[in-house]
């Protein structure tokens, strides 16, 4: 649980820039990968990444623009990056204006619990990397080059002098 709106902003920079740079990576064409016909798209994981930051805070007095509806999935990988960029900048904007520490201990109602506002940001912020794990292995199914988050991916490894590790 963050227990300061300012940790969690801080977190949130970090974990929304690394969202940001998988989206800016996805290309139009990658949006229809899917593992099977039954299980979501990468576009369909993409763009829920980004409604799921207005629906998850929904339950909360935060008031922020931000997309809500999960389908139709755009078909635009660039028209997600941007609604992302929007959505996680409106997020911030009303957090740093509508709430201060004391609202993080403050409960609401969430999938069925009352939990603290402070929980709620960090289910946010976990949902979104469980996300990015998804779409990681999506990424590569379409030929994209996952950027590194925690630590340098398979093709970064250079950058550091380094050889990626085998196979």
Known sequence: MFQ???HFIHSWAFEASATQNYLNTLTNQSLTQAITA???TLGRIAWHT???IHIITSNTNLTFEAPTVDVPVPTSAQYIADH???ASSAFVHALKTQWNDKTMTEYIQFLGQEIPNGSLLLFLMQHQSHHRGQMSV???QAG?????IYGPSKEEWANFGMDAPHM
């Open 50 to 52: 980004v409604t799921a």
């Open 144 to 148: 994209l080059t996952v950027p590194g």
């Open 38 to 40: 039954e299980n979501w």
């Open 4 to 6: 300061t709106v300012d």
């Open 84 to 86: 992302y960029h929007q």
């Open 138 to 140: 999506l990424m590569r």
